[in-house]
Nanobody, 127 residues
Framework: QVQLVESGGGLVQAGDSLRLSCAAS????????MAWFRQTPGKEREFVAA??????????NYADSVKGRFTIFRDNAKNTVYLQMNSLKPEDTAVYYC??????????????????WGQGTQVTVSS
């Protein structure tokens, strides 16, 4: 098991940037796919981005809604995964969750494929 703690959320204006961090404890971090999901009230948690555990920077995948604006990357030496968010929009407002696990091939967008979750951090983007 891996314990995950997110940080970096806050209130920003549209067009601003924000970087979220997810610090992980546990020796299995480097073998996990790490992902970010987000959730707004009354809606299901949705996939944002994921990075695999391969040597180096790993393979990344993004939701279409954030592609070109968000970047996920990991630092295995620090047991931390980041989400750099640029050109933020009001519709990016949500609670952002860090997740870790070993999703089956092609299923990295599914919440049930991840067994480790952080507590979430609020991101609010004003117009």
């Amino acid at each position: 098991q891996v314990q995950l703690v997110e940080s970096g959320g806050g209130l920003v204006q549209a067009g601003d940037s924000l970087r979220l961090s997810c610090a992980a404890s546990g020796r299995t971090f480097t073998t996990y796919t790490m992902a970010w999901f987000r959730q707004t009230p009354g809606k299901e948690r949705e996939f944002v981005a994921a990075v695999t555990w391969y040597v180096g920077t790993g393979t990344t995948n993004y939701a279409d809604s954030v592609k070109g604006r968000f970047t996920i990357f990991r630092d295995n030496a620090k047991n931390t995964v980041y989400l750099q968010m640029n050109s933020l929009k009001p519709e990016d407002t949500a609670v952002y969750y860090c997740a870790g696990g070993n999703p089956r091939s092609g299923r990295y967008t599914y919440t049930r494929e991840y067994g480790n979750w952080g507590q979430g951090t609020q991101v609010t983007v004003s117009s």
